[in-house]
């Protein structure tokens, strides 16, 4: 999104992720332009182009510039900063899914790097005020893997003597070790894990057989993450689609949710998945990534058609019942409806919303 976007309705949260990879060598650099690759490739020629978030900037200037503009910009505008940290992923090089957790997470030099380079996210934070939302899909696909991540190998205290040394090598210790670092030197951060709704191997979210028990399923879930720490978090990141309904259609796929309730799926039933989670969690959720498009684009690249926007501005109460603290906006991909490519719809809600007395939306 733009910054005049973000400065034309009163939203209280910007987010952006921070993916793509890390440095190489340890996991960080000194200095983007003399001595830092990413991918084997010099930062210094790459500039926004390197494949580490702490050299996207100019290169002449310390790496994190990136995060520290972030921060500046968000402070100016009255909101606060919100970082989705996704970085196992991409580099690892793995194929999406369970070997995220059985190879990448088991990859002494890998997390070394990862934990590194988490840790000068953090000391960029510093005493700030910001919201961190740690690797989303990852846990749900250890949770597929297995119901107890107590039970599934990783390097932690390997990987992380300096801060985690007390941690225990597994995916349970992994998310432990993330929320007491976060502790260490970010105090000020607001931490929360991700809840995959798929993570149970039913996903909850486009279930269609009304015998199914969702709240035994979102506990189930909440189990898991407990496991992994996030009874020490602070909130739990919960997400509707990755990808607009209008985009999925065009492929074969039918995520759409029936605005009416009168079907499955629809958002009376993702809304009570949210709630039993998070009650058995005893943490907020902050509903993330919510596809931005609308029912009155063409369904077509940067315009597709969904119904979140305007069923969740139109339903604050019954969002905010989800124990909900906030729902952000965003595109999961790049080709997605996006708040310029809308018609204004969003900002619109957004505006609306706060002129009847709503709380600021986030975004």
């Known amino acids: 999104m733009t910054d005049a976007v973000a400065e034309s309705a009163p939203f209280d949260v910007r987010y952006m992720y921070l993916a793509g990879g890390l440095a190489d060598g340890n996991g960080t650099c000194n200095s983007c332009d003399s001595s830092c690759t990413a991918g084997g490739v010099s930062c210094g020629t790459q500039g926004s182009a390197c ?156 279930n269609r057989d009304p015998s199914f028990d969702i709240a035994a399923d979102a506990q189930k879930l909440a189990d898991f993450l407990i496991a992994c720490g996030a009874g020490d978090a602070d909130f739990v990141g919960v997400d509707a689609s990755d990808r607009d309904a209008g985009y999925y259609r065009s492929i074969g796929q039918q995520v759409f949710w029936d605005a009416t309730d009168a079907t499955l799926p629809n958002f009376k039933q993702a809304f009570a998945w949210t709630q039993a989670l998070t009650e058995r969690l ?60 809308d018609g204004g719809n969003f900002v619109r809600k957004a505006q609306a919303l706060a002129a009847a007395g709503g709380q600021p939306a986030c975004f």
């Open 282 to 341: 005893g943490k907020p959720a902050l509903w993330w990534q919510l596809p931005l498009g609308n029912m009155s684009l063409p369904d077509v690249n940067l315009a597709w058609q969904d119904n979140r926007v305007d069923y969740f501005f139109s339903h604050p109460a019954d969002v905010a019942r989800t124990n909900a603290i906030g729902m952000l906006f965003g595109a999961g991909e790049s080709h997605q409806t996006n708040p310029s490519s």
């Open 51 to 206: 494949g580490w978030w702490g050299c996207w900037q100019d290169v002449s200037v310390p790496p994190g510039q990136y995060v520290r503009d972030l921060l500046s910009t968000t402070y100016e505008m009255g909101q606060i900063p919100m970082i989705t940290y996704y970085e196992i992923l991409q580099t690892s090089g793995v194929t999406e899914g369970a070997a995220e957790v059985t190879t990448a997470a088991n990859d002494t030099a890998l997390m070394t790097r990862f934990f590194n380079d988490f840790r000068f996210l953090l000391q960029q934070l510093g005493a700030r005020t910001a919201f961190v939302h740690v690797e989303p899909d990852f846990w749900g696909y250890a949770e597929k893997l297995n119901q107890d991540p107590h039970q599934l190998a990783a390097a932690v205290a390997k990987a992380n003597p300096t801060d985690c040394a007390a941690q225990e090598d597994s995916i349970a210790g992994l998310g432990r070790c993330v929320i007491a670092m976060a502790r260490a030197y970010a105090p000020n951060v607001k931490i929360g894990l991700h809840a995959s709704a798929w993570g149970t191997g039913n996903d909850a979210m486009q």
